[in-house]
């Protein structure tokens, strides 16, 4: 692992205007135009590409983050970065008919795939597509009772700026559930998951959806994105309280957990 | 344990009993009555809890029961004691009687864990219908006929070992009291405690006075 760059993405701008996309360093407002570049060209075949990547467990992290919403009937929901709409599915049940979910995206062939999906399956009623960036999200403070965000916040250029708004957007109470890979400290499982993310990984990528550079930035950004510990401090720094995290497959994933006090 | 293997096996055995329920629809609607009331299953030995969450169709067309690991806020019923104890009220025939009789400890709406446990009682599932779905209706009638056959066998053999093991151990060996003895043991025990709280009652009377 020693060709992966050390640096610490948390302060991505504190050099000035660069940041990283993989192990890249490019001119921070070139990075969200690149990682929308990225899901246009993989949102088609997105659902396909995790379950073969993950062999599945995606849905099981998934699951697991569900338990920790408290989501009850009546309830105002922000699934940010909600892709294909894994997640708000199961809380538009929840929520019913008095409640509301937000499906938000940055991208729009994301939100497309989603809303098109989600509709596909009888989903209507309480849930809203916004097409949203979460540096900046077009919502009133004190709007949301959760908000999630699965494997989406390593691609947000400035995190820290997003988690304040997360902060902002919630209720006092309310809670922020963040999904996303992160470090392992099982050796061998580290090895192991290097080879299978730089090597397996682009060439899925290149199989299924003809585009292995996507797939290789996939690998890269979860390299680049904060551990378990630094994460947690960035809640905390946001203005989170009762921050907490629950590692996954052996920290591969990890679920982190703030409350809005 | 690792979180991801707890939740697979969850999921497979919410998919399991949900499937199952969907060939018992009797239960299967009396179970959606439940819902969303949610009950907790807390194993003290070994430490382990799993929470309940009961289902009415939901858009999606889930009906039945949600298994978790965790869950935020309280449940509207508690269960909890040894794995023994659970098994044995799972295993019983009456499992209303059995719950009410074991050592598990319930907490919040008796009710509701009552009503698990009567439900459980009614359950019928029609497994012959559930293999005919994958082989047809002819070779499932031969299956469920077959096994029907195996079953009532398996179970006479069990319940005369059952009976052999009781008089082995209890008129052979001479280890055990008879059942009806026992049961007399019971009252005169029962009838001492009694006589004791009564004797305890009067000391305390008399200590009040002479004081």
């Known amino acids: 692992m020693s060709d992966q760059p050390s640096s610490n993405n948390t302060h991505a701008n504190d050099a000035g205007a660069t940041t990283h996309f993989g192990y890249q360093t490019v001119k921070t407002e070139e990075k969200q135009g690149k990682v929308a570049e990225v899901f246009h060209s993989v949102a088609a075949k997105y659902d396909l590409m995790n379950d073969l990547m993950s062999f599945g467990v995606h849905r099981l992290w998934k699951r697991f983050t569900m338990e920790f919403t408290g989501v009850r009937p009546g309830n105002h929901v922000l699934d940010i970065a909600g892709g294909t709409g894994d997640l708000t599915m199961k809380f538009s049940d929840l929520v019913g008919p008095e409640g509301k979910v937000v499906l938000a995206d940055i991208n729009d062939s994301m939100l497309k795939v989603g809303r098109d999906r989600l509709i596909d399956k009888g989903y209507s009623g309480n849930i809203e597509y916004v097409q949203a960036n979460a540096e900046a999200l077009p919502f009133e403070d004190n709007s949301f009772d959760v908000i999630t965000m699965a494997f989406g916040l390593r691609n947000v250029t400035d995190k820290d700026q997003a988690l304040r708004e997360f902060n902002r957007v919630l209720k006092p109470g309310g809670r922020l559930l963040v999904l996303e890979f992160s470090k392992t400290k099982n050796p061998l499982l580290s090895k192991a998951y290097y080879l299978y993310s730089f090597s397996a990984l682009p060439m899925m990528g290149k199989l299924i959806t003809n585009d292995a550079e996507s797939y290789r930035y996939l690998a890269e950004s979860i390299r680049m994105h904060p551990d378990q510990e630094t994460l947690k401090g960035m809640f905390e720094s946001a203005g989170f309280a009762n921050c907490e995290y629950h590692n996954l497959t052996g920290g591969i994933v990890a679920l982190h957990k703030g409350i809005k006090p | ?26 239960t299967q609607q009396k179970m959606a009555k439940l819902a969303p009331k949610r009950l907790a299953i807390e194993i003290t030995k070994p430490a382990f809890s799993v929470y309940i969450r009961f289902c009415a169709e939901g858009t999606n067309g889930v009906q039945g029961v949600q298994l978790m690991s965790h869950f935020e806020g309280e ?28 050592d598990l400890h319930i907490r919040g709406s008796s009710q509701l864990a009552l009503g698990l446990a009567d439900l459980m009682n009614d359950l019928n599932i029609d497994w012959e219908a559930m293999i005919a779905k994958l082989t047809g209706p002819v070779v499932a009638h031969v299956i469920g006929k077959q096994a029907r056959g195996l079953f009532g066998q398996l179970k006479k053999m069990g319940e005369k070992f059952q009976d052999d093991v009781v008089s082995y151990v209890r008129d052979e060996r001479q280890m055990a009291a008879h059942e009806l003895e026992g049961e007399d043991q019971f009252r005169q025990i029962h009838q001492l405690r009694l006589s004791v709280d009564r004797l305890e009652a009067r000391i305390q009377k008399l200590a009040t006075k002479l004081h």
Not at chain 2, 1 to 26: C, F, K, R, V, W
Not at chain 2, 75 to 92: C, H, P
């Open chain 2, 1 to 26: 344990m690792d979180s991801t293997l707890i939740q697979a096996g969850l999921a497979s055995a919410e998919t399991i009993i949900n499937q199952a329920l969907n060939y018992d629809p009797a």
């Open chain 2, 75 to 102: 449940a509207d019923a508690s269960l909890s004691g040894e794995l023994n104890a659970f098994i044995n009220v799972a295993t019983s025939k009456d499992k209303h009687a059995a719950l009410m009789q074991s």
